[in-house]
């Protein structure tokens, strides 16, 4: 059900590649409640992605742009500008990409050459977003800007890898940058630390899908899906959010504040009584 929520807004979302990304969702979800949209993502992942037919579906155009490129992001916030006839109302950072990750590099050995990549694509990107986005004057008062984060940022996770520090990194600029552009332009900017969620890109972390299992079990609530955290999003671009800035939201069923739940301390016994018992017969040997 649709609420309006977004009606007479504009934003620009970046990182939409497929069905599966949270930023698809957010931009099925905010113009269902009656935004103006423009999608963005590097060209290389265009070529891999189904952008195109979201925009379709949207009534919305993409506009090709690296989010490591100063030049690039000054020409697709001037095109958005030309499209939406002026300022805007919000943006979407969902951007993250370790080359560590990918090639099963670990975080003891890492290639730093990959590493300074990782925090350029994940993280620089956003502050290079908000610099570009404040010199354009882009965003009109009281706009709204999320990017999305993760837990391991705070916490070690096993195989999260290189991504951690750059969600950490991620969390650092939205509240300093939080500070300016509030400050300035009553701009309110937060990161959402979503569950794991099996995009394209999250798949590709080591032990994913346990890693999802371990955090529904331990989430009172469960796991937050991709739809419910475009829903939420949603509703941190719109006024009922107005003053909620410099934030990292956890939207993730609980986990993060969490030690043991009884479901995962049930499947931690299981597993110690039959390691116990596969060494008691071992040991017979």
Not at 83 to 100: A, Q, R, V
Not at 185 to 199: A, V
Not at 271 to 278: A, G, P
Request: net charge negative; glycine share 8%.
């Amino acid at each position: 059900m649709a609420f309006n929520l977004l009606k007479g807004k504009k934003g620009l979302i970046f990182g939409a590649l497929n069905d599966k990304s949270i930023a698809w969702k957010v931009a099925e979800s905010a113009f269902e409640e009656g935004a103006e949209i423009v999608l963005t993502n590097a060209p290389f992942a265009m070529r891999l992605g189904d952008t195109d037919k979201l925009a379709e579906a949207c009534n919305s155009v993409v506009i090709p742009a690296d989010a490591t490129k100063i030049e690039d992001l000054e020409l697709l916030i001037e095109k958005t500008m030309e499209h939406f006839g002026g300022k805007f109302d919000f943006i979407l950072h969902s951007i993250g990409m370790s080359p560590n990750v990918r090639k099963g590099i670990t975080y003891d050995n890492l290639n730093y050459d990959y590493f300074l990549k990782t925090l350029d694509v994940s993280a620089l990107s956003f502050h290079k977003i908000l610099q570009v986005s404040r010199q354009k004057d882009a965003l009109n008062n009281w706009g709204s800007v999320l990017a999305l984060s993760y837990v391991a940022a705070q916490r070690t996770l096993y195989g999260y890898n290189d991504m951690a520090d750059a969600k950490a990194l991620l969390e650092s600029i939205a509240r300093s940058f939080g500070y300016i552009y509030g400050r300035e332009k009553n701009i309110r900017i937060n990161t959402i630390s979503q569950s794991p969620t099996p995009t394209t890109a999250g798949q590709g972390v080591m032990g994913f899908n346990d890693l999802v299992d371990f955090s529904n079990r331990m989430s009172p609530l469960g796991n937050a899906t991709a739809d419910e955290c475009a829903d939420f999003c949603v509703t941190m671009f719109s006024d009922l959010t107005k003053k909620i800035t410099m934030q990292n939201i956890y939207h993730d069923g609980g986990f993060s504040s969490m030690g043991m739940s009884r479901k995962a301390m049930a499947v931690y016994s299981k597993n110690l009584d039959e390691y116990s018992e596969f060494k008691d017969v071992t040991h017979r040997f």
